[in-house]
């Protein structure tokens, strides 16, 4: 989802804790990745919001706020 | 008038003078007096810290100044991040009799500074060995060596230039930040015929060599003299009659000359009511000026003291919803590493250079940034150990906090705050007036005492009808933000600070329980 689509698989194995290779990919996304541009997606809304140089803008419109 | 020769400055008469190169130490042991400038307000804040960094003793804060005496080297002395700027204090005495005669009162205040050429040169020395040459460029490592030879050259052929009666005077505007009647003085201008006395003194070259400099460096040595008087020292003479006289009278003795823009030595002289204190900057740039700042905004001597306030503990999330340029985030995360900061602000420019900023400083992995507004931040509730803000006022800003905003801004703090957390804010004087409407005094139950939108605090909304208003007040002045309005918020500390040209007032909140709850 990440831009490294080949490398995670989209849900952790059952005994992921032991898997040393996808815990240091995990870790490498989640700690060392910086997104620059992109977008974080809400899990239950599915509401977009882009990010731009490093920084998610997370305003609402007027209907949503 | 008790002199303060260097070999007073130890902690007993019996140690060695500091002036023998063999004894003076890298790492100084060596306890020294010193005192710091701070801006009005401050002054606490700095005697705690120095206290707390460098172990200080025989702390005595005035009006815009602490003075102290620490066994610290010049690294650790320039951590100090509550202070505007750091002298070697040479002379603090008391504030010099006035007479309506300029001339006697001259002739006081010179035999104040100016003492035989010796020891100056001591000082000097010393203040070498211990915090190094300043050089002429700031960013120089403490520790190169002074090459007096190469320097002089180079020196005379600048400042012959420069003496050509230049117009330009060198501001020390830092200096006047926050320091309340004092009059803020340029440093003293040389009249033409002193020019010449200069010119003469800096042709000699030296050929010094390592072991004994001094006596080559008087020859080509460069001073200045800040002088501030204020009170009633300051009805009779001027800031620049003092100076002039001092700078002359100290180029007569010593045979240095004036430099205004690079000096080697700049010496301070402040004369009020209270004292009179002579001392010697130990930094050129004040310490309020951060080299891990990019740009600055909120000065950043403040945002640290506001940091201060919030008691951030190792691994707290610290939130800044109106970030900025992040100084805030950037001073809190420097002195309190072990924490993880969030700042939001609205606009894409501050943010940008907020992220400049952080990036400059090296705080990346540190400081998490968000477009997001600060009425309705995308945080969970309860999720900030503390929120630490400067909310925007004043004409500088181009968004001017209107006090209808205030409640909705101080809603989604105390949401995202978790319970036994604190809220530090900066607020200007008429922000804190405005809110008095918000709030109820103390002792007084009507329910009616904030109206809806009429008044002149013209807040929107009707208090909650709960009502023991907890206004407190402190030294410095009063609490305005009552629990009776935000019935989880406790006042717990107001802190009037200056701003330069404006005052405002640092209020710190603690949340002691959930809003629903109270």
């Not at chain 2, 500390?493 to 909140?509: N, P, Q």
Request: with cysteine; charged share 25%.
């Amino acid at each position: 989802k990440l831009g490294h689509p080949s490398e995670l698989p989209p849900e952790p194995a059952p005994n992921y804790e032991g898997d040393e290779e996808f815990l240091r990919r995990v870790h490498h996304v989640l700690l060392e990745v910086e997104v620059l541009e992109g977008a974080l997606q809400c899990p239950d809304s599915g509401r977009r919001f882009p990010i731009t140089k490093g920084v998610p803008n997370m305003l609402l419109s007027e209907d949503e706020a | 008038r008790p002199a303060l020769p260097l070999r007073c400055r130890g902690a007993a008469p019996e140690k060695a003078p500091s002036r023998r190169p063999g004894l003076a130490k890298m790492s100084a042991a060596e306890p020294g007096r010193f005192f710091c400038t701070a801006g009005r307000g401050l002054e606490p804040f700095l005697a705690r810290e120095v206290r707390a960094r460098l172990g200080a003793t025989e702390v005595d804060c005035v009006s815009g100044k602490v003075f102290f005496r620490a066994a610290a080297g010049p690294g650790e002395l320039r951590k100090l991040r509550s202070a505007e700027r750091l002298f070697l204090l040479l002379k603090k005495q008391s504030p010099l009799p006035v007479s309506g005669n300029k001339g006697k009162m001259l002739h006081e205040i010179k035999s104040l500074v100016v003492e035989e050429p010796k020891y100056w040169l001591d000082i000097i020395s010393v203040w070498r060995k211990l915090y190094g040459h300043k050089g002429k460029e700031d960013n120089v490592s403490q520790e190169n060596p002074w090459a007096p030879k190469r320097k002089s050259e180079e020196e005379t052929n600048i400042a012959s230039k420069r003496q050509k009666m230049e117009q330009v005077r060198a501001v020390v505007s830092e200096e006047c930040q926050g320091e309340a009647g004092d009059r803020c003085v340029v440093p003293e201008r040389m009249s033409d015929q002193e020019c010449q006395i200069e010119s003469k003194n800096s042709e000699h070259t030296s050929k010094g060599s390592g072991e004994n400099p001094t006596a080559n460096e008087q020859l080509s040595f460069s001073f200045r003299v800040s002088c501030r008087c204020s009170g009633a020292i300051a009805k009779i003479l001027t800031s620049q009659e003092i100076g002039r006289a001092i700078g002359i009278a100290l180029m007569k003795q010593c045979g240095w000359r004036a430099d205004l823009r690079n000096p080697d030595l700049e010496i301070f002289v402040h004369l009020n009511d209270f004292h009179s204190v002579v001392g010697i900057p130990l930094f050129r740039l004040p310490l309020a000026n951060r080299e891990y700042i990019k740009t600055a905004g909120l000065r950043s001597t403040v945002a640290w003291a506001m940091a201060s306030l919030a008691e951030i503990s190792a691994g707290a999330l610290v939130l800044d919803p109106m970030c900025g340029l992040g100084t805030i985030l950037l001073e809190a995360a420097k002195e309190w590493p072990d924490a993880c900061y969030w700042g939001a602000d609205i606009s894409d420019s501050q943010l940008e250079s907020a992220d400049g900023n952080i990036r400059t400083a090296g705080l990346m992995d540190k400081i998490e940034l968000l477009k997001a507004s600060v009425k309705a931040l995308p945080l969970p509730s309860e999720s900030f150990d503390t929120v630490i803000s400067d909310i925007p006022f004043g004409k500088k800003f181009k968004i001017t906090t209107d006090a209808q905003l205030l409640p909705d801004i101080l809603r989604e703090m105390e949401r995202v705050l978790r319970v036994g957390g604190t809220i530090v804010l900066l607020l200007s004087q008429d922000l804190c007036k405005r809110m008095d409407g918000l709030t109820k005094c103390a002792g007084s139950d009507s329910p009616e005492a904030t109206a809806d939108g009429n008044s002149e605090a013209a807040p929107a909304k009707a208090p909650s009808v709960d009502g023991n208003s907890s206004s407190w007040a402190s030294g410095f002045g009063e609490s305005f933000l009552s629990s009776r309005r935000f019935g989880s918020l406790v006042p717990d500390g107001v802190f009037g600070v200056s701003l330069g040209k404006t005052d405002a007032f640092i209020h710190k909140y603690r949340k002691i329980s959930a809003a629903g709850n109270w």
